[in-house]
């Protein structure tokens, strides 16, 4: 196969995301994703296109070469390396999206055309504050990076695999936001950059880390929280 160096550079550094995803035990087993636009492909037929995992394979196991290239349906447009012989019957040898949670990201990609990093995961900290109506608390540096990145919130509404609900999730993000707390599930960050969308998804996760801890130190008793006041989370 013939891709561009830049590709193949972009390729490298999606299977470093999942690699570090799958060490802070940001992964579900083979669920989630984490999505990169293809620099220069909004000019292709069916353009423009997004390296995501081969559904099936472990966040440990993602290299360059078995990260799938697909469009905004889903549907895939090249990958590097043959499936082994049992799964070949299921797509034929070209990988199977695991299109359900690809909704959320094609959703953001489609609708955001300044993000082209989407980081989902299901970090326990993360998904057990976006369960709490308090949401994220301005209790540490961590905290404030995040709020001032762009936090918002998108209401449950079931496994997040329905097309329908992706104008909802669009307009919670917003037009800059970075990060949307999925209620009940868990974060999603979007950014311009591979290396930005890490740095949201680790700073949110440590942010929710410290409050459960802080949350559970008080007794869950808010008043007895230190919290800063809002000149200095703005800063």
Not at 125 to 136: C, E, F, L, R
Not at 218 to 230: R, V, Y
Request: hydrophobic share 35%; charged share 20%; net charge negative.
């Amino acid at each position: 196969h013939c891709f561009s160096s830049r590709e193949w550079e972009q390729r490298c550094q999606l299977a470093v995301a999942y690699r570090i995803a799958y060490i802070h035990d940001w992964d579900e087993c083979i669920f989630n994703h984490i999505t990169l636009k293809v620099d220069g492909s909004d000019d292709a037929p069916d353009g423009p296109h997004f390296l995501l995992n081969d559904f099936g394979i472990g966040f440990d196991e993602i290299t360059a070469c078995n990260l799938l290239k697909v469009n905004l349906d889903g549907g895939i447009v090249d990958s590097l390396q043959p499936l082994p012989l049992e799964r070949r019957d299921i797509n034929s040898g070209k990988g199977r999206v695991f299109k359900p949670g690809y909704v959320l990201h094609s959703a953001i990609h489609a609708a955001r055309h300044d993000v082209h990093a989407v980081w989902h995961g299901h970090d326990l900290d993360a998904s057990a504050v976006s369960q709490t109506k308090v949401g994220i608390l301005p209790l540490s540096q961590e905290a404030t990076y995040a709020l001032n990145k762009g936090l918002s919130y998108h209401p449950f509404e079931g496994s997040a695999n329905d097309l329908s609900e992706q104008p909802r999730l669009v307009a919670n993000l917003g037009p800059t936001n970075q990060i949307l707390m999925l209620e009940d599930h868990g974060p999603i960050v979007a950014c311009p950059r591979i290396e930005e969308a890490f740095a949201g998804m680790y700073f949110l996760t440590r942010a929710c880390k410290y409050q459960i801890k802080s949350l559970s130190a008080a007794g869950g008793d808010l008043t007895k929280i230190h919290m800063p006041n809002d000149s200095t989370v703005d800063e």
